[in-house]
């Protein structure tokens, strides 16, 4: 009977946790949309109460409206992505197809060559075969978050460096950057939704979820993620997932018995 207790009350503050990581879930993510919607009503009835207002008034209220709900749908976008991902953890991945990781961080470098340009960024790769198996969109997602994080934390001739290479179990993406400095002991916080340096996000870019989407990725796909802090500022985030040779390939067909008559 003691023996039962004990599990019983390990169960319930299981449970617990899981409630209060749910509703802080849900009140930040009511919060993050809660913002574009504000700024939105907020410029609407400005520019209305205003009788003076002209054809550019109305334009740079329009300007306003069309990124806030441009931001509000980018969220509603990770949101859905990242409960998708969540609940193929653990599980069995519906779509498991040969990929390599390579193919996502030269998606994600060409898509941020503008950014790179502007903040005058140094970026090295190291860009060996990274043959996996799952879903290719995922893994696609995984590289472009990593290095879109790696370009909105960094500062002006700063530098980012990303690697790929695999052996016969692992293959790995290793992304860096420079960047303001993080407390070692803030960087798992940095894995749960809408956090920034073990704290909570506020005014800054991004919904704060990137980082939760790789780690959720990662477990979809059998693997994991770890992030260590550089000195002067930045961060080294390392995803592996196991090899292609060691994981099978779902070929999505059903086989379709011949009956007799």
């Given at each position: 009977?003691?023996?039962?207790?004990?599990?019983?009350?390990?169960?319930?503050?299981?449970?617990?946790?899981?409630?209060?990581?749910?509703?802080?879930?849900?009140?930040?993510?009511?919060?993050e949309?809660?913002?574009?919607?504000?700024?939105?009503?907020?410029?609407?009835?400005?520019?209305?109460?205003?009788?003076?207002a002209?054809?550019?008034?109305?334009?740079?209220?329009?300007?306003?409206?069309?990124?806030?709900?441009?931001?509000?749908?980018?969220?509603?976008?990770?949101?859905?992505?990242?409960?998708?991902?969540?609940?193929?953890?653990?599980?069995?991945?519906?779509?498991?197809?040969?990929?390599?990781?390579?193919?996502?961080?030269?998606?994600?470098?060409?898509?941020?060559?503008?950014?790179?340009?502007?903040?005058?960024?140094?970026?090295?790769t190291?860009?060996?075969?990274?043959?996996?198996?799952?879903?290719?969109?995922?893994?696609?997602?995984?590289?472009?978050?990593?290095?879109?994080?790696?370009?909105r934390?960094?500062?002006?001739?700063g530098?980012?460096?990303?690697?790929?290479?695999?052996?016969?179990?692992?293959?790995?993406?290793?992304?860096?950057?420079?960047?303001?400095?993080?407390?070692?002991?803030?960087?798992?916080?940095?894995?749960?939704?809408?956090?920034?340096?073990?704290?909570?996000?506020?005014?800054?870019?991004?919904?704060?979820?990137g980082?939760?989407?790789?780690?959720?990725?990662?477990?979809?796909?059998?693997?994991?993620?770890?992030?260590?802090?550089?000195?002067?500022?930045?961060?080294?985030?390392?995803?592996?997932?196991?090899?292609?040779?060691?994981?099978?390939?779902?070929?999505?067909?059903?086989?379709?018995?011949?009956?007799?008559?």
């Amino acid at each position: 009977m003691a023996e039962l207790a004990k599990t019983f009350d390990a169960m319930l503050d299981r449970l617990a946790v899981a409630f209060d990581s749910q509703k802080r879930f849900v009140a930040n993510a009511s919060h993050e949309l809660r913002t574009p919607l504000a700024v939105m009503r907020t410029e609407v009835d400005v520019t209305l109460a205003d009788p003076d207002a002209d054809p550019d008034e109305f334009r740079r209220m329009a300007v306003v409206v069309r990124d806030a709900s441009t931001r509000a749908n980018d969220l509603v976008d990770s949101l859905l992505l990242l409960a998708r991902t969540e609940a193929q953890a653990g599980r069995r991945l519906a779509r498991k197809v040969p990929a390599d990781l390579c193919t996502g961080v030269a998606q994600a470098l060409s898509a941020g060559r503008a950014e790179v340009s502007r903040l005058n960024l140094d970026v090295t790769t190291e860009l060996e075969p990274a043959p996996v198996v799952g879903d290719p969109g995922l893994l696609d997602r995984l590289a472009g978050n990593l290095i879109e994080n790696a370009l909105r934390y960094n500062h002006l001739g700063g530098r980012l460096w990303v690697r790929t290479g695999s052996d016969d179990t692992l293959a790995w993406l290793v992304v860096g950057n420079t960047g303001f400095e993080v407390e070692p002991a803030d960087v798992p916080a940095l894995f749960e939704p809408f956090r920034r340096g073990g704290r909570e996000r506020t005014g800054v870019r991004g919904s704060g979820l990137g980082l939760s989407i790789v780690r959720a990725v990662c477990e979809a796909h059998g693997g994991g993620v770890s992030a260590v802090t550089v000195d002067g500022g930045g961060l080294e985030v390392t995803v592996s997932l196991p090899a292609a040779a060691t994981t099978p390939v779902l070929a999505g067909t059903a086989q379709v018995k011949p009956t007799t008559g």
